[in-house]
């Protein structure tokens, strides 16, 4: 297949043909990508699947998933005096408990968007070499398996270079604990998973296996084209609808993900981080899922350069966040879904970044969604 | 004198930078005016040195008035530069509107120690696309702030268009039935400047398309009976200067997704940094809506423009949700199209 042939129109009418043939019984499947989410809105996956598949978001969105906690902390560290922040363009809106890095920017913080670790890694090498500087270059270092990597390697870097100016304040996630969680309460409802394809490219698909097998939940490892997101539910749809049931772990995004991964990104990862237990915005806290620090790169921990107050925060009421990041509820179930919670006055963390799923249904909201067709005034 | 022959003078030195003086309003401030801007573009309003411009009005059309203001960075760009983004963006608010461009004012704001050499360069750069546009400058302000309290230099232009008699433009004239036609690619300006700014190289560049409408808009006004509205939609993109037509005339606008021309690298640049091509900004396109039995003719009317080689009609207004952009998409399915939230912020992953 062609890289062009992904968006193939009569490729997605064929698919969707061969998966409203074997559907008999509603299905729920989960996909926990912000990238799968965004593709499924943006070219109206869910409406060309029969009105029995339904369609869940997992937390599937690191900017959703870092806990408010974090967020405070990342805006005293920026609010602090010769501190460079260096994040992520789409951290900037999250709410925080007060205010977000936006605010903390336009009152003077020195926050600036990286699209890379080594963005930050050589902007603190630039300063290292300035005479007279002092100023401290600080990565807000976020994502999942997918980024990981790249932190890692700015700090093993930094720590070649003996780089004193260089920290991170880290909040990596990794997605197979927190899917351990969402299928572990009874009442999850889910039936199916999409695996996102570009974790399992970097992590290899191993531990996949075994939620598949703990939990009797069959997986595909899936991609982020309409062809691929429909070759995900396809293959979900024929394992789910077999009889007998033979769940397993399918690669759909044969093409890019293979089983072992990426070994030098994982050497790179295992060489500079550790487990630990993580908070998860909207999910609590989940054992062993998220990475810090090992001991010999503690000096690039900004938690411990900085001294860090940390409040422990409450998310705003109205706000169901924490339902949509388990899949139970889909967004526009939320009271405050488009009136209270927008873009422009996000309530929960879904709702800021583009791959939130939030956002996503906000920004892709199909027709029959559209709480606000009579209403006389625009959202 | 053709443009082919304007040349940009540059001085001798490049080490001369701008100083607070030069806005002092005393000798070095005449000397800039005198060997940079008159060098660049001189109109007999300037060379009469007086307070304010007076213009001769021998017409009985209206006048059109617009001003903005620029900050983009980087100040040069594949495509063009602030100089000629700073005439370009005002002509094209006045060409769509239906004037013909007659004459600008430009202030600039510098900021100690901005290179000389450079600031002349923009001037230049300036002096080639007003005579491009046929408008002459004809009022102009400079101010230095401190250094460290601007960025290089930032630039407002504000400029005057005669609207022929009865020609009467707006979302009002709006039916249901009527066509959507864009001048060709979107996303190109907006792409061009954060590939820039990021660092992220693309093959082939990404350039701008910062470029003047004003001939564009002439052809359409003086042959198409049928023109409703004409916009450039700038920053927002497309999608913002839809919505704004589809809210003021509250009609829905439907388009058609795969119709829409995005240049393949722009594409690919948009779908790095997450972002969303529709909401990117253009700086020479143009989206007029005509009379359906205007369309055809309206159509080789933006094709045979050198601009609009890639014309096309990209979707129909209709009644169906009031107020509303619809994005039809390849696959069949629908979509709401929402008026873009704030800046651009590229995602992480």
Redesign the interface.
């Known amino acids: 297949m062609q890289a062009t042939d992904f ?1 193939n ?1 009569n490729h ?2 064929l698919l969707v043909q061969q998966i409203r043939a074997k559907t008999t019984r509603p299905w729920t499947i989960m996909e926990v990508c ?2 799968q989410t965004h593709a499924i ?5 869910d ?2 699947l029969p009105d029995s598949i339904r369609i869940v978001h997992g937390p599937g969105c ?2 959703c998933v870092t806990p408010i906690e974090t967020i405070d902390q990342a805006i005293q560290i920026a609010s602090t005096p010769g501190v460079i922040f260096c994040t ?6 999250v709410p925080g408990s007060d205010g977000d890095l936006m605010q903390a920017k336009s009152r003077g913080a020195d926050v600036r ?1 990286i ?1 890379s670790p080594m963005e930050a890694y050589q902007l603190a090498l630039a300063e290292s070499n300035q005479t007279g500087s002092n100023r401290q270059v600080v990565l807000f270092a ?3 398996e ?2 990981a990597p790249a932190t890692a390697m700015a700090i093993r870097m930094a720590k070649e270079k003996n780089l004193d100016c260089f920290s991170a304040l880290v909040c990596h996630v990794l997605v197979p604990p927190a899917l351990e969680a969402i299928f572990s309460d009874e009442n999850h409802g889910i039936d199916g998973l999409l695996a996102a394809g ?1 974790v399992c490219t970097i992590t290899g698909y191993h531990s996949y296996d075994a939620i598949c097998n703990r939990f009797g939940i069959p997986i595909a490892i899936t991609g982020f084209e ?1 062809v691929d997101l429909l070759r995900g539910i396809w293959n979900v749809v024929e394992q789910l609808e077999s009889q007998p049931r033979n769940d397993r772990v399918v690669n759909v995004y044969e093409h890019i993900a293979t089983i072992q991964g990426n070994a030098h990104a994982q050497q790179t990862v295992d060489e500079v981080f550790a487990l630990c237990d993580q908070t998860w915005r909207g999910i609590g806290i989940l054992p062993q899922s998220g990475l810090k620090l090992k001991e010999k790169y503690a000096l690039y921990d900004a938690q411990k350069r900085f001294s860090i107050r940390s409040d422990r925060s409450t998310e705003a009421s109205p706000c169901r966040a924490a339902d949509v990041l388990r899949g139970k509820i889909r967004p526009v179930e939320c009271p405050a879904f488009g009136s209270l919670c ?3 006055n996000p309530l929960g963390a879904p709702m800021v ?3 939130g799923a939030c956002a996503a249904y ?6 029959k969604e ?1 709480k606000s ?1 009579d209403l006389e005034v ?2 | 004198m053709s443009l082919q022959d304007w040349s940009c003078g540059v001085p001798k030195s490049n080490s001369e930078t701008i100083t607070l003086s030069h806005g002092s309003g005393g000798r070095l401030s005449a000397k800039l005016i005198e060997e940079v801007f008159f060098k660049h573009y001189l109109s007999p309003e300037l060379s009469a040195r007086n307070d304010s411009a007076v213009l001769d009005w021998s017409s009985d059309g209206r006048v059109a008035m617009s001003t903005d203001a620029f900050v983009i960075q980087p100040l040069e760009f594949p495509g063009g530069d602030i100089g000629s983004l700073s005439v370009y963006g005002t002509v094209n608010d006045l060409a769509v509107q239906g004037a013909k461009p007659i004459a600008l004012s430009i202030a600039w704001i510098l900021e100690e120690g901005f290179p000389l050499s450079q600031l002349s360069q923009l001037a230049c750069s300036i002096g080639k696309a007003a005579a491009e546009c046929s408008v002459r400058i004809v009022a102009g302000d400079t101010k230095v702030v401190e250094r460290g309290r601007g960025h290089g230099c930032y630039i407002t232009t504000t400029g005057i268009g005669k609207v022929p008699k009865g020609l009467d433009l707006g979302p009002s004239q709006i039916k249901a039935g009527d066509c959507i036609l864009l001048s060709g690619s979107i996303g190109d300006h907006g792409m061009a400047i954060m590939s820039q700014r990021t660092g992220l190289v693309f093959e082939p560049i990404l350039k701008s398309d910062c470029s003047p409408l004003h001939t564009m808009a002439k052809d359409l006004i003086e042959n198409i009976p049928g023109l409703r509205v004409m916009r450039d939609p700038t920053r927002g993109g497309i999608a913002a200067t839809l919505n704004e037509l589809a809210s003021s005339s509250r009609l829905c606008f439907q388009i058609d997704e795969a119709r829409v021309p995005v240049r393949a690298q722009v594409k690919s640049a948009c779908e790095l940094l997450g972002l969303d091509p529709w909401i990117v900004a253009n700086e020479g396109k143009l989206i007029a809506i005509v009379a359906p039995e205007s369309l055809q003719a309206a159509l080789q009317i933006l094709r045979n423009h050198p601009l609009g080689s890639q014309a096309c009609c990209i979707g129909q207004v209709t009644q169906e949700y009031r107020s509303r952009v619809i994005a039809r998409t390849a696959y069949g399915t629908q979509r709401i199209v929402p008026m873009p939230e704030g800046e651009l912020l590229p995602r992480i992953c």
């Open positions: 968006g129109p997605v009418a912000g990238g809105l943006r070219y109206g996956i409406q060309l690191p900017v992520f363009g789409d951290m900037l809106r968007i699209h976020i994502g999942f997918t980024t570009h309409p927008n873009p422009g970044s583009n791959e906000y920004l892709y909201q199909s027709i559209d067709q625009d959202r």
